[in-house]
């Protein structure tokens, strides 16, 4: 198959790209040559550091195949599926069984370990044991392992294994029953979640990663104040990373107090000063990934009042087009950084950069996306892969389009049936 006229991410000028084997053959120039502005664009394949996909035990929400339908549809080739599953992905024999659901599955999928058992905070699992079925992250993400003797022990454990701890930072002492962010939780009629229940832990944790050695990753950052503490952190050489929502960069607080519970998330979203943060620090390399946190509901569960209604929302087939707004300079996009952000650094940091993240460059696997920068689309939840609709962006106009994706030469989405028709 080639692949005729397109640009590699990074690089203005049209080439041809050759997949022979599931590998790059070759790229030429371009014999064509129409407007560089409505060229198409491939980059590498994208990696999602944290997915919720439901299966075990949420199948109603979402299943492996929908959710993974919905990843390779906004051009994603590899997918961490978050353990708080039922039953939690806290053993081996769990993990073994979660790959084999996921044999057929339209992308990737890279089980995340439970940190705690049950993710209940009272005992360690056998990170040695999962890392041996080649688990590379652990999180108790939807809870955080609030314990600090805990955290630092699964920190040290780490260090040893050469694998990550990903904390959802979420002071429980602090949060209590809060939903939405304190500033605007009288305005909504709610209680409050300050920011102070995520910077409390995330300061704590830096500190035992810093005494341990332990690799630490700070998942969906949402504040000002994390952001200058993974900032400093990472000036004195303290192995700490961090994730963003695509969510987190566009939506603010006072979008949650006029939509209500539908935007319901966990950490909430923040005020516009902590997204213009938030925004600047994917920009500089501080927050150093994105990471979709796709959690997808019933659509009932996101009605109910504040107190009940379910955190979470769907992102993997709007997180592309987001976030190459967000990454925008002059108005044009830097789909060079939304490929750093999106596919090589989540790759590195999930230790997958030898199978994912591949540069697309000749004798590399055949694993990308290709995507129509000015293709302006409406989003409708009915129309979308995911099994839940609890997308914030329905009704949303959106510029960029995931046309296809590919791995190892193996087309896994196509959105349009002719957009390799000029490319045999």
């Known amino acids: 198959m080639i692949i005729r006229d397109v640009a590699i991410a990074g690089d203005d000028r049209g080439v041809d790209i050759e997949i022979r084997n599931g590998r790059i053959a070759a790229i030429v120039p371009s014999e064509l040559r129409p407007d560089a502005s409505i060229r198409r664009v491939v980059l590498p394949g994208l990696v999602d550091l944290h997915a919720h996909l439901r299966e075990p035990g949420g199948e109603r929400s979402e299943t492996i195949e929908t959710g993974t339908r919905a990843a390779a549809a906004g ?4 997918v961490f599926a978050m353990a708080n599953l039922t039953p939690v992905t806290d053993t081996a024999a769990r993990v073994r069984d979660l790959r084999a659901r996921s044999l057929g599955a339209s992308v990737r999928v890279h089980p995340v370990g439970a940190a705690s058992v049950g993710l209940l905070g009272e005992e360690l699992v056998d990170h040695a044991a999962l890392a041996a079925e080649g688990v590379t992250l652990f999180s108790d993400d939807g809870k955080c392992l609030s314990e600090a003797e805990m955290v630092r022990e699964v920190l040290a454990r780490m260090a040893e294994l050469g694998t990550i701890f990903a904390q959802h930072a979420q002071d429980p002492q602090i949060v209590g029953a809060g939903v939405i962010n304190e500033r605007v939780a009288h305005a909504a009629g709610a209680a409050g979640w300050p920011v102070s229940g995520e910077e409390t832990i995330v300061a704590r944790d830096i500190a035992l990663a810093e005494a341990t050695g332990g690799r630490l990753h700070v998942c969906h950052v949402s504040t000002r104040g994390t952001v200058e503490l993974v900032r400093r952190a990472k000036a ?7 994730e963003v929502t695509p969510h987190h960069l566009v939506l603010t607080d006072d979008d949650a107090a006029l939509a209500g519970p539908a935007l319901k998330v966990n950490p909430p979203l923040r005020s516009p000063e902590d997204v213009a943060a938030l925004r600047e620090a994917l920009r500089d390399g501080t927050i150093d990934a994105i990471g979709t946190d796709h959690a997808p509901h019933p659509a009932e569960t996101k009605r109910m009042p504040w ?6 929302l769907t992102a993997l087939e709007t997180a592309l087009p987001i976030v190459s707004e967000v990454l925008t300079n002059g108005g044009r996009t830097d789909w060079d950084a939304v490929a750093r952000v999106m596919s090589f650094t989540p790759a590195r940091i999930g230790g ?5 993240g591949r540069p697309v460059a000749v004798g590399e696997p055949a694993t990308f996306c290709m995507v129509q920068p000015g293709h302006r689309w409406t989003v409708h939840a009915e129309r979308m892969f995911s099994r839940s609709h609890n997308t914030p962006f329905e009704g949303r106009s959106l510029t960029a389009r995931v046309l296809a994706t590919v791995i190892d030469g193996r087309v896994v989405h196509a959105g349009d049936d002719d957009v390799f028709a000029a490319s045999r």
Request: charged share 20%.
């Open 307 to 312: 107190p009940d209604a379910a955190f979470g």
């Open 352 to 356: 997958i950069a030898d199978l994912a």
């Open 236 to 242: 004195r050489g303290v192995p700490v990373s961090a």
């Open 75 to 78: 051009g994603f080739t590899d």
